[in-house]
């Protein structure tokens, strides 16, 4: 018989490991950690920058934590040390390179079932994010540049001819950073950034004010075509440029078909239904951090949400 879990939680980033710590530290024993990456926090892994500042209070958003745990300002590195120390420190049960594939309830008991494995849980918290479905431009990307054309930083190098388009914290920093190793542009369709912390605001000025990077601003992509093997980026303006690589840092999407397949409803404006507990129409069943943001989440949030969740399975009857 397949072993009956207290708590079963899907994806392994600040949500989910927020939500195995806390529940252990409630007094909480059986649950398992779920996820498909070959680590926890894999978009802290792959869209966070080498030495990247982690902001608690991320986009000037003042958070208080709530639960045990102390996260604090501090680097991608020190981040996940942190989580590493934490799933070490409370013996968390994890599943590693299991992607979950669908969530059902029948009988009272959730069945989990992953790329390798089924689970029975009597709650199941899914907090997988919105990173592992970057958001992509609505004109399309030639396949022969498939190498080129990224949406995170797994395949920068350096010397490179870059293009970052976005105008958002995550687009910014990229900028930033890669322009210490390579020639970067930073492309974002509106005039101004409005988006920006403070910190991202003037460091952004001050590298383009002393032209470590370019900015172009005001301009839309129209077209991307392979020039001999290289990016060829065709702007409203009526110019192009040919580049070594282009990134994409437009944000990511809900994945909502796989939220609506374990039946999770959606309102009129596309976002997953929830109440106040973070629990979804199917009791039992809750979300938590980005997915159940409506936008802007961050860590300490995703970090509230288990800590409420945890708290309020323990006060309903579902255990
Ligand atoms: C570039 C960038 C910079 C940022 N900087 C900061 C900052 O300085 N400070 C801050 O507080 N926030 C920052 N954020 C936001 C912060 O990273 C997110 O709010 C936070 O990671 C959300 O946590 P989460 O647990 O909801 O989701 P995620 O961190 O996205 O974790 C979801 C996890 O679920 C896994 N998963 C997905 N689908 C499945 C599945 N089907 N089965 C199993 N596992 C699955 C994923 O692999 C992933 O590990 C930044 C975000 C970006 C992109």
Redesign the pocket.
């Given at each position: 018989m397949v072993q009956l879990y207290d708590l079963v939680i899907?994806?392994?980033?600040?949500?989910?490991i927020g939500a195995a710590v806390e529940a252990k530290a409630l007094g909480l024993q059986n649950i398992l950690m779920?996820?498909?990456?070959e680590n926890?926090?894999?978009?802290?892994r792959k869209?966070?920058k080498d030495n990247?500042?982690?902001?608690?209070n991320?986009k000037g958003q003042e958070i208080e934590l709530k639960g045990t745990i102390d996260f604090r300002d501090g680097t991608k590195e020190s981040t996940l040390n942190y989580f590493d120390s934490l799933l070490d420190k409370g013996e968390i049960d994890t599943a590693f390179n299991?992607?979950?594939e669908s969530i059902t309830k029948e009988n009272g008991q959730f069945y989990v079932v992953?790329s390798k494995a089924g689970y029975r849980a009597k709650n199941v918290i899914v907090?997988?994010?919105?990173?592992?479905k970057p958001n992509k431009p609505d004109y399309t990307l030639p396949i022969s540049l498939k190498e080129r054309i990224n949406f995170n930083l797994d395949k920068c190098s350096q010397k490179e001819k870059l293009l970052i388009v976005g105008g958002g914290?995550?687009a910014v920093?990229y900028a930033i950073e890669l322009s210490k190793t390579n020639n970067v542009t930073l492309n974002y369709r509106r005039e101004t950034f409005s988006r920006l912390n403070d910190i991202n605001l003037t460091l952004i000025n001050e590298y383009n004010g002393q032209e470590k990077l370019r900015l172009r601003l005001g301009m839309d992509i129209v077209s991307i075509e392979n020039e001999n093997g290289l990016v060829k980026v065709n702007f409203t303006d009526g110019y192009y440029t040919i580049y070594d690589r282009v990134i994409y840092?437009i944000g990511g999407t809900t994945?909502v078909d796989?939220l609506k397949k374990c039946g999770i409803t959606f309102d009129a404006e596309g976002k997953p239904e929830f109440d106040e507990h973070y629990e979804t129409k199917t009791k039992g069943l809750y979300l938590?951090?980005?997915?159940a943001v409506k936008s802007g989440?961050?860590?300490?949030?995703?970090l509230n949400h288990a800590h409420d969740i945890v708290t309020h399975i323990l006060t309903s009857s579902h255990m």
């Open positions: 899907i994806g392994g980033g600040p949500g989910g779920i996820e498909k990456g926890h926090s894999q978009t802290i869209f966070y990247k500042r982690v902001d608690k991320y299991s992607e979950v992953t907090a997988i994010g919105t990173m592992g914290n995550s920093e840092a994945p796989f938590a951090g980005d997915i989440g961050s860590i300490a949030i995703a």
